[in-house]
């Protein structure tokens, strides 16, 4: 594992933190009423978060729970929220659909280094989905919307897919030639170290210098502040979360690690002095309707 010495001193500055609300409701159990889903996320808008991962545009069928997407955004209100709304989309025809909403500034598409999981997650092959980025990618291009790949299964796989660092960024470097400004690293089943966050980030940001490069940590709470430090001094300042640490992909199996929890990189930030821009008495009303929400 990396040590103290190893890391170049970096002043603190703002972390990119994305709130993925979408990722906490899409494997929940019980049907979380469209209403409820409007309020839980008009008060997370008034938060401070950069982005907010609301929802998507896939089949009904695969993720019963964003049946509503198209509703819940029309009844949001961004008067005043300096936050971004970023959808999932899985396939060209989402993405169009999406196109036709301005509030969405940022569309998300899953790429598993997994062929397996690619499958499973958007019933595509591995060749299928890198046809379907570079349709998504000319789509924002030309509707003034920004790209945001998530490089799940980027730590390793519960399926025996073969499996090394060099495949990771192998990936990664294919999506930077699409000019992809936003690559995130997805620990979609909670397999990754700290030594593989650093060592993958550190590959990649002094690289890319044009892209943006983030994580998204599943994490429990015995590893997830070893996993967030590893990439904050690999030099990572795009870091995703859910409150109360909900989430999961339906896709990858019933054993899932929760998405890392976002109170706790509020406490990272906090303790490392980053700046962030949080309302604390909008977070205390959202941890308030997320406990209403995920009650076990």
């Not at 046809?131 to 003034?144: A, F, I, P, W, Y």
């Not at 989430?247 to 690690?257: D, F, K, S």
Request: proline fraction near 5%; aromatic fraction near 8%.
């Amino acid at each position: 594992m990396h040590t103290t010495s190893d890391v170049p001193i970096v002043k603190p500055s703002a972390i990119h933190l994305v709130e993925c609300p979408r990722d906490a409701m899409q494997g929940w159990k019980e049907n979380i009423p469209t209403e409820q889903k409007i309020a839980y996320l008009n008060s997370l808008l008034k938060v401070g978060f950069d982005t907010i991962d609301f929802g998507s545009f896939v089949s009904p069928k695969a993720v019963p729970q964003m049946a509503d997407t198209r509703e819940v955004l029309e009844k949001l209100d961004l008067h005043g929220s300096r936050s971004g709304l970023l959808a999932i989309v899985a396939n060209t025809r989402g993405a169009e659909e999406a196109m036709q909403y301005p509030q969405i500034s940022y569309l998300g598409f899953p790429f598993s280094v997994s062929p397996t999981f690619q499958q499973k997650n958007t019933n595509s092959t591995m060749e299928e989905s890198l046809s379907t980025v570079d349709r998504v990618q000319e789509l924002c291009v030309k509707n003034g919307k920004e790209l945001v790949i998530y490089l799940s299964m980027g730590f390793g796989n519960p399926y025996g897919d073969p499996y090394d660092e060099d495949i990771l960024l192998k990936w990664a470097e294919e999506m930077v030639k699409k000019k992809v400004g936003i690559i995130s690293l997805a620990d979609t089943v909670g397999m990754a170290t700290p030594e593989q966050v650093y060592n993958a980030l550190q590959a990649l940001i002094p690289a890319y210098t044009d892209t943006s490069f983030g994580v998204h940590l599943h994490s429990t709470a015995e590893n997830w502040k070893e996993k967030l430090q590893s990439a904050i001094d690999a030099g990572c300042r795009r870091v995703d979360g859910a409150l109360l640490g909900i989430g999961g992909c339906p896709m990858a199996g019933n054993e899932l690690v929760g998405n890392m929890r976002t109170e706790w990189i509020l406490e990272f930030m906090e303790q490392k002095a980053f700046v962030n821009f949080i309302d604390r008495e909008a977070l205390k009303e959202s941890l308030r309707l997320a406990a209403q929400i995920f009650r076990n």
